[in-house]
């Protein structure tokens, strides 16, 4: 191990415990150790998959990789977090196949397996990890997995990938061989987002832009309220609500919903309601019709230009309603939301936040609420006290420092 002045002390202390944990498994020391974090989104949710816009930033949380490269083409696998029963997982890279069920050890393998795919020059590896990363909260512990374990590979085996191509590579691990279908936007957060910006990332072309944040210059906190509730459950929805959303595009003749401008809204949603077999949503099983999917997109997207707007003019107090009307849209419109989220935003909303929405994919999770810092602490406990009362887990609550992304420590 090199040195860790550079490291604050946080980070330098990781560091080493994780080099340490790593001799402890494999008995050697490893060549490096990377780390990559988890993220909120600030706005932007459910636009990635419909070519828009999203608005991620990277949480001081964070997984961190320590790995070894190895000349036998054998991946070895181990974690912190107990996953696996705290067994190491061996697997040869060259019998990587996708969507074989390998548990926790399918999102390293899978990411091995991507950059192979890719025709890249990637060997076997020995990876241990620590994490700091609340895991099945919707912070996206597993784009952090993914992400800390390309770049770890990425430098042992100099591939010289961009931030943008290693995240596509991460998210084609999630897709392609774990199974979940999600879009680039958690990858990308882990990869690219710098400290004290948000990361405006447009879906359709890749295009960034990192949005300066300055919460704690502006005497603002971002509060994470993980309401612990797994949101496993969403999965069936998830894939629902991206087939609407296609069906919709269908719809309005666009490639993506991306395609329908905000000033358009109107005539997409009469045009929506004369060939819709239900107009105006309400399938009956509580899902939404397809106007409502559609107008929870087109306004989303909207949302995420006015916040950059906002942002850009030094006025990040005034995102607050819009963070809120966002919320609105997903319990309504999309449909996406529950109880334990709901609550969250209502109760922020009652003790005096500035805005307040559920982050991440719904039916669980998390919800982000922006505060006054002198307000964050009472915030907090009125919404502690709410899950209380309405008998639910009690939440953990913690601020949203908008952090650096994935970067190698020593
Ligand atoms: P989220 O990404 O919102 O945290 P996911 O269900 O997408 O939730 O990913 C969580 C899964 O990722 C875990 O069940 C586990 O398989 C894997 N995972 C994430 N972090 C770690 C870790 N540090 N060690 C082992 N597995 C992890
Ligand atoms: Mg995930």
């Not at 936040?353 to 915030?379: H, K, N």
């Amino acid at each position: 191990m090199t040195d860790t002045d550079h490291l604050t002390a946080d980070d330098a202390a990781r560091a080493r415990h994780t080099a340490d944990r790593f001799r402890e498994v494999y008995g050697a020391a490893p060549a490096g150790v990377w780390a990559a974090p988890g993220r909120v989104n600030l706005i932007g949710e459910h636009t990635d998959y419909n070519d828009g816009f999203v608005m991620p930033l990277a949480l001081p949380h964070t997984t961190l990789a320590a790995a070894a490269p190895r000349t036998d083409g054998v991946l070895r696998v181990h974690s912190g977090d107990g996953s696996g029963g705290g067994q190491t997982v061996e697997l040869r890279l060259d019998a990587l196949r996708p969507a074989a069920d390998g548990g926790w050890a399918g999102y390293p393998a899978g990411v091995a397996w991507a950059l192979r795919d890719a025709g890249l020059p990637v060997g076997g590896a020995d990876l241990h990890y620590e994490s700091t990363v609340p895991v099945g909260a919707g912070l996206s512990s597993s784009a952090a997995l993914e992400v800390a374990t390309a770049l770890a590979l990425d430098d042992l085996y100099g591939l010289g990938l961009t931030r943008q191509r290693l995240a596509q590579l991460a998210q084609r691990a999630e897709n392609a061989f774990v199974g979940v279908p999600c879009g680039i936007m958690d990858q990308t957060a882990a990869a690219c987002c710098t400290d004290g910006h948000a990361l405006f990332l447009d879906t359709r072309d890749l295009a960034q832009r990192q949005v300066p944040f300055d919460l704690a210059g502006e005497g603002l906190r971002l509060l994470v309220v993980d309401t612990r509730v797994k949101h496993e459950l969403g999965d069936g929805a998830y894939a629902q609500r991206r087939a609407m959303c296609e069906r919709g595009a269908r719809a309005l003749g666009v490639h993506a919903l991306r395609d329908v401008p905000y000033a358009h809204l109107p005539e997409a949603l009469d045009k929506l309601a004369a060939t819709d077999e239900e107009p105006g949503g309400g399938k009956g099983d509580g899902g939404p019709g397809t106007a409502a999917v559609v107008r929870h997109v087109v306004t989303e997207n909207r949302r995420v230009e006015e916040v950059i707007a906002r942002l850009d003019a030094g006025e990040a107090r005034a995102i607050g309603p819009l963070l809120t009307a966002g919320h609105a849209s997903l319990r309504d419109d999309f449909r996406v939301s529950c109880a334990e989220l709901d609550l969250a935003v209502e109760a922020a909303g009652a003790a005096g936040a500035l805005g307040a929405r559920m982050t991440g994919g719904g039916f669980g999770g998390s919800a982000i609420v922006l505060v006054e810092e002198t307000d964050a602490d009472a915030v907090a406990v009125r919404i502690t006290e709410a899950f209380a009362a309405a008998g639910h887990t009690a939440p953990r609550i913690f601020p949203a420092v908008p952090s650096a992304g994935a970067r190698r420590l020593v």
